[in-house]
């Protein structure tokens, strides 16, 4: 995502600048359908939640401008910070009629957020299109100073932002027995404007792509083994990128309920 803070103090020596800046960029997610072969005319629910893990990724994006500043101060650094969220949970309905499928799901995966999903299930494969809506919660740090005369007095601040995700997608999984393989896949657009909580600088807005990635791709790759009364496992990877340096990656691993 990015976001520009900036700021000038208009008529005074004292101005407000931003020296550096740094927003979390995560992973949209997983949505899927069954895995697993449905008898026409038969419904399924799936209760699901585990942990994520690998390592946070910091990628130098450029530098961003304090507006209508001339001087050395003109020019802030921005990162991106990719990371995931350590829990992921979720409950998803599917129905299947004659040959095709449609699903709801409700979940917390670095976003609290519900989805839809229709396509179609056969005896050995699935496919078919998601849409995420959700409420994504990400952090954004930023050091500012002051300028007065030829003095440059530093702090720094962290905080915690709510931005409307929308994440359309695919899936496909291919299954045997108890064992399925299963791909899902999701771009996101990240919001563009950004300001501080207590309002003390002024808001510049830069149209999307001009720093922060204008999408950002997410690839889920699962393997999943369904045991006796319906319990399973499931062990998978997590890519991310975007006009961004590097794909990143991270696990994940967890439990499910098939009723």
């Not at 409307?164 to 299954?175: K, R």
């Not at 340096?245 to 994940?252: A, R, T």
Request: hydrophobic content about 40%; glycine content about 12%.
């Amino acid at each position: 995502m990015l976001f520009v803070l900036s700021g000038c103090l208009e008529g005074e020596p004292r101005r407000l600048l931003l020296t550096d800046a740094a927003v979390e960029v995560k992973p949209a997610p997983e949505i899927h359908g069954a895995s697993h072969e449905m008898a026409p005319h038969s419904g399924a629910v799936r209760i699901s939640g585990g942990a994520r893990f690998g390592g946070d990724d910091r990628e130098y994006a450029g530098r961003i401008e304090n507006a209508g500043v001339e001087d050395d101060y003109r020019y802030a650094n921005l990162f991106y910070d990719v990371v995931s969220s350590y829990w992921y949970g979720a409950i998803h309905v599917v129905s299947k009629g004659d040959l095709y499928t449609w699903g709801f799901s409700v979940g917390y995966d670095n976003a609290l957020y519900v989805a839809a999903s229709a396509g179609l299930n056969t005896d050995h494969f699935e496919a078919g299109v998601t849409l995420s809506l959700g409420l994504q919660i990400a952090n954004r740090q930023y050091r500012d100073g002051v300028v007065d005369d030829e003095d440059y007095n530093y702090h720094e601040d962290f905080i915690n932002v709510a931005s409307d995700l929308i994440a359309p997608g695919i899936y496909a999984s291919v299954y045997e027995g108890r064992v399925s393989l299963t791909y899902s896949g999701s771009v996101y657009w990240p919001e563009n404007v950004f300001n501080d909580d207590e309002g003390s600088f002024d808001p510049y807005v830069k149209t999307k792509g001009s720093f922060l990635p204008t999408a950002v791709f997410t690839h889920h790759l699962s393997v999943g083994y369904i045991f006796d009364k319906g319990i399973g496992i499931q062990l998978g990877v997590t890519s991310v990128f975007g006009e961004f340096e590097g794909w990143h990656w991270s696990g994940f691993g967890g439990l499910e309920i098939n009723l």
